[in-house]
Structures are given as structure tokens and as C-alpha cells.
């Protein structure tokens, strides 16, 4: 017999022959080619969150990855469909589904996870969330229903969406915040949540204004408004830290150099502990005034640095990015 677990009534069946094989492998990819699976099991992606804070559009993203995306799968059905990629692993081997609030029963969640993560696959939860400002102007603009609708009103309904799904963001291995999100943005963000080799985690390098607050998904913040600042430099003050002029001007301060080296080592000695403990994903922020001289220039020379020693980085200019 195949061994079984039960949850909320329902057995959940893992065949034998795989039951008890070894452990799986970590995956590669390569954003540009389709993502594929270098283990003999299969992988399961949950996608979850907040309602309007992108979770279509990762799905998307990750079907473009090679994955076979389920939205909205009832949660029983999970079942079902790791039995498929367990047997059909020529077709089935990378899938994603989407669950969320608007499954009948979300008390299940819980144990739903803790049973799947018993199981023969390699199993990854992405959680997507925004700031409650964000998710309004979003069901405002599109006029659509939101799957919680109360009796109080739209901001009831998300926060009852936020209580609902906390089983899952609890439990989450990647959490977006899509705030300040793009399309593009978190199609790229989800690209470097799975894209994993060697067991090191892919890298972000966000330059960013205080001014402006904190980008939310942050795992390092330095400050770089000690720093020299080409903002008073008259003939520098409308370039960026992309522009030669200004990659000049830092590059001949000893201050930058000496504050650039001293990160580099802080995050080349805990990068490595990040990344023993599992972690797919990682973002660096460097922080300015105006988040137009120094943080870029310090992003862009820091993921230089990183390069040499971690396989994915990607760097992103977030006050940039909102000029365009």
C-alpha cells in the first residue's frame, strides 16, 4: 500500500516507488530559456496573497519559466495534481497553482503545507502582498470585485483577506511586496526567486531616496548619506551615478572607496550564512538622499563585486525607475 496521510478527511497518497526516494537536487535556471527541473522529483510552486498585488501576473512569469500554472485550484485538488506530477513527471515536473482567499475553506491551508512538504516533491511558496493605499487604488481603477466583499466596505474586505491568508504568509519562502511594483518589476522579482544554482540565493542591489522611504522587502540597508555628494557639484547635479562624470567624481574620493570595500566584505561573510540556511532570494538596498548619485553609483559597483562569487545579481534603480 502507498503510504498515506490524511488531512481534514481526505487521504493524501504518495506512490511507493517515489515515497521514499532521495532527497531533490536544487534546480538552475536560466531567465532567458525555459526553466527546467534538474532532479529526478518534481517541483510545486504556490503562488498566494493579498488580492490585486500581482499574483496573475507571477503565475504568468512563471509560465514563461516552463511551469504548467493553476489558478484558484480548490485546495483538496492539490492532492490530485502532485499524484499527476509524481506519475507523469515528462509533463508535470514544474507546476505552480494559485491559492488564495478565494478557496472555500482557507482553515485548511495550514495543514494542507505541512502535508505537502512531507511529500516526494520540492515544494517553494511565494507570497505576494501591498500596502492596503496600493491594493485600493488598484481595485478602484479596475472596478472589479474583491473576493472578500463585507458588508463594511473594501478596506474591511482586505483586511479580512490578510487575516484569512495568514497561515500561508506565515509560512511563506519568498514574500514580493508589490507596492512599488511594476509589471515588469515583478515579473523580474519572480525570475530571481527561482532562479537558484548551486544553492545560492539570487541577489538584488536596489538603490533607493530616504526621502522616499524604505523599499519593504529589504534584507540589508546601508546608508550611504555620509558619503560625498555630487548633488552640490553644480555641472553633476542633473546626472545620476550611471553618468562617467559622476562615476568620476565618487571614484576619486577615498571615502567611497573605503565604505564600498567595507560592505563588500560585510555581505561576501554573511552572504554565505543567508544562503546555508536556504534562502532563494536576497535584497541589498543602498540608500541616498535623492537616491540618484550615490546609491546608484554604490549599487552598480557593488553587483560588480558580487558577481565574482554569486551567480545571480541583478541590480534595480527604484527613483530611476519612476523618472521614466
Known sequence: MPPAILLNGIALCWPSRVANSGLMDETSANCADSHQSVSGQPELMIISGLSGSGKTTTLQALED????????????????L??????????????????????????MFKSLLETLRKAPIKLQLIFLTASDQALLQRFSATRRRHPVTTDH?????IATERRLLQPLSSQADIIIDTTDCSIHELRQRVWNGVSLQQRQPALLVESFAFSHGLPADLDFVFDARCLPNPHWVPNLRDKTGLDREVMDYLQQAP????????????????????????????????GCTGGQH?????????AVKLRTDWPEVRVRHRELARQL
Open 153 to 157: 466596505g473594501l478596506p474591511d474586505a
Open 65 to 80: 519559466l516552463g511551469y504548467y500554472c493553476v489558478d484558484n485550484l480548490p485546495a483538496p485538488l492539490v492532492q490530485d
Open 294 to 302: 550615490r546609491s546608484v553609483f554604490l549599487s552598480e559597483q557593488l
Open 82 to 107: 502532485v499524484n499527476l506530477m509524481i506519475v507523469e513527471q515528462d509533463q508535470y515536473r514544474l507546476c505552480a497553482v494559485g491559492l488564495d482567499a478565494r478557496n472555500r475553506d482557507t482553515r
Open 255 to 286: 571615502l567611497v572607496n573605503h565604505y564600498l570595500n567595507d560592505i563588500h566584505a560585510l555581505l561576501q561573510r554573511w552572504l554565505t550564512e543567508f544562503s546555508s540556511a536556504q534562502r532563494s532570494y536576497l535584497t541589498i538596498g543602498v
